[in-house]
């Protein structure tokens, strides 16, 4: 595999990080209306087993953050923490992420008024990094379907000020794509055999496919996170 192909391969999954974080969002906010659909004995949760999945989407939602982060430098080189700090409850996903990895706490912990908020709602949590470093997360007042879905929305517009400031990074060439397509095929032991031989009696079988896609550059990026802002803003909690 070329430098080339392997930057098309990251670059060509970026959109997929977008739809994991969208899909813990969605099993969190999931949970949340299973349990008001619930009726609750003396005020207490009827099936905690709701609570405790939402702490896990939740650990999803926020590994997915700094896995994008992640692909995003990669991609660009020009995406580091300082990138996204403005974004209203960075902190606490950035360093709750850390707190449930590193130190294993499930950080939702209250249900009240049919909602699921984080422990120390509106104050702040402390946790000792690697170096025994002192670090204070503040806590949201908000619930956590509401944090996680506006924390969403504007990362995807901030991640669409990336790419318009870096347009040509998310430039993947079709013979990129149809190169990285024909690679997988060959070095794939699952694939029969006389598929591989018809490929090779038919060299450009991949490549026409792959010009029937369209364009992978940044304006198709921007149009798909467009219609995930969209949809996100349409869902009203």
């Known amino acids: 595999m070329t430098q080339s192909t392997a930057k098309a391969r990251v670059t060509l999954s970026f959109e997929a990080k977008l739809g994991e974080m969208e ?3 969605k099993m969190i906010e999931s949970e949340w209306e299973a349990t008001i659909l619930e009726p609750t004995q003396k005020g207490q949760l009827k099936d905690p087993t709701h609570q405790e999945r939402i702490n896990y989407f939740f650990s ?8 994008i982060k992640d692909v995003l430098h990669s991609i660009t080189g020009a995406a580091p923490w300082s990138v996204f700090s403005s974004i209203e409850n960075f902190s606490f996903i950035k360093n709750s992420r850390n707190a449930i990895t590193h130190d294993g706490l ?14 120390h709602a509106g104050g702040s949590l402390k946790r000792y990094d690697d170096k025994n470093n002192e670090v204070e997360i503040p806590c949201p007042a908000d619930d956590i379907v509401t944090v996680c879905k506006q924390f969403y929305s504007n990362l995807l517009k901030k991640i669409k000020e990336i790419i318009e ?6 430039e993947v060439s079709n013979q990129d794509v149809s190169d990285m397509a024909t690679q997988s095929i060959n070095e794939n032991s699952v694939v029969p055999d006389f598929v591989k031989d018809m ?3 038919n060299p450009t079988l991949i490549s026409d496919a792959v010009a029937q896609m369209g364009q992978h550059n940044s304006s198709a990026l921007i149009k798909k996170i467009d ?8 869902k009203n909690t």
């Open 227 to 234: 219609e995930r802002i969209s949809k996100n803003s349409s």
């Open 60 to 67: 999803g939602f926020s590994n997915s953050f700094q896995s």
């Open 165 to 170: 400031a870096n347009p040509s990074a998310f």
């Open 106 to 119: 499930q950080l939702i912990s209250t249900f009240h008024g049919g909602r699921y908020y984080v422990e």
């Open 23 to 25: 899909f813990f969002l």
């Open 199 to 201: 490929l090779k009696e």
